[in-house]
């Protein structure tokens, strides 16, 4: 059966390569435009080097060798493992849709770093219209269906470790450089939406 969640995963991994490849490529062209505020901290692009690893490197090694085999989750939880695979395929459909949609819904504001163009707007419509941060949003899920679908323990988790910190160091720099960038706007969309989780209420 784990053979079949593999199959699932190659499918969703080949998806988002695709989607990001496309993407980079988009905000590399605007790369020429005016940036009024880069962050660039070390630490930053050291831990992002470190999930593209865990996200990418770490699934293929493990898809390719027998090198993590020693590790593979426990057989004798095969039934609740079998429901955590098949759960793990609609949870990566949903982290690839919600990548796509916010890159369409972001279009030139994306970048990899935390930037400012001098043409920026504020997103937030579409997927941004209940959360702040959908890109966030869908690295979680591919983070779950990682955990379900590579059965396991250093291809499973290998991206939970790296994100996790990303996540948490990020966002309030990323929220606190929108504040200083769109004011009272952002200090109001913030009130009427979630940081990853959606909010309904008005
Ligand atoms: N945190 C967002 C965007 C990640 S991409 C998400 O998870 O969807 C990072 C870049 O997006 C940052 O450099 C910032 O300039 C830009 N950004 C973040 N939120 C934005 C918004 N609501 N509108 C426009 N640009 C935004």
Known sequence: ??????????????????????CLRRAHAGYKEEITYVRKSALDLTLLGLTGVSMQIIPIIYLCTNWFDFADYPLDMATPLTY??????????????????????????WSPLLRIRKEHTLAVNGVYSRIRHPMYAAHWLWVLAQLLLLQNWIAGPAMLITFLPVYLLRTPHEEQMMIETFGDEYKEYMKRTGRIIPRFSS
């Open 84 to 109: 955590a695979g098949w759960l793990g395929a609609p949870v990566f459909a949903c982290a690839i849709w919600l990548l796509w949609r916010s890159h369409v819904d972001l279009g030139r504001n």
């Open 1 to 22: 059966m784990t053979d079949v969640f593999k199959i699932i995963f190659v499918i969703g991994f080949i998806s988002g390569a695709v989607l990001r490849r496309v």
